[in-house]
């Protein structure tokens, strides 16, 4: 039985790998950003985002979203809420009433990213 032994090989060129034209993510930017495009990976989050920000003024009552998406009050809650968290909206209590609008730059900020990544 014969054994191969391997050898290394150098590069012959000095480098294998194109350098980073900007910086990368970091970590927290990068965890903080996948949790947006996690809440924005179902296709009820992006309407209710999109609900929301067509609406008159901005914000919309909970009460407003139910009917557009077809969903009961608790379940749209639930989607709301992961929006929340995502930090893509904010929600603001008034009475019984839970109002949701979308938070200033955050969808900027996922635009620049999305626009930066194609280039």
């Keep these: 039985m014969t054994t191969l032994a391997l050898t290394p090989v150098a590069p012959t060129s000095g480098t294998c790998c194109a350098p980073l034209v900007r910086e990368a993510a970091d970590p927290a ?20 985002l ?18 557009p998406v077809g969903l009961s009050q608790p379940t749209v ?6 929006l929340v968290d995502a930090g893509l909206l904010a929600r ?9 609008s979308v938070v200033p730059g955050s969808l900027d900020r996922l635009g620049a990213l999305l ?3 194609a280039r």
């Design 77 to 82: 809650s639930h989607h709301l809420k992961i």
């Design 92 to 100: 603001e209590q008034r009475g019984k009433w839970a109002y949701y």
């Design 29 to 48: 930017a990068a965890a903080d950003l996948a949790r947006s495009f996690k809440a924005l990976g179902d296709p009820t989050r992006v309407r209710l």
């Design 50 to 67: 999109s609900i929301v920000a067509a609406h008159d003024g901005g914000e919309a009552c909970v009460c407003d979203l139910t009917e």
């Design 115 to 117: 626009s930066e990544a």
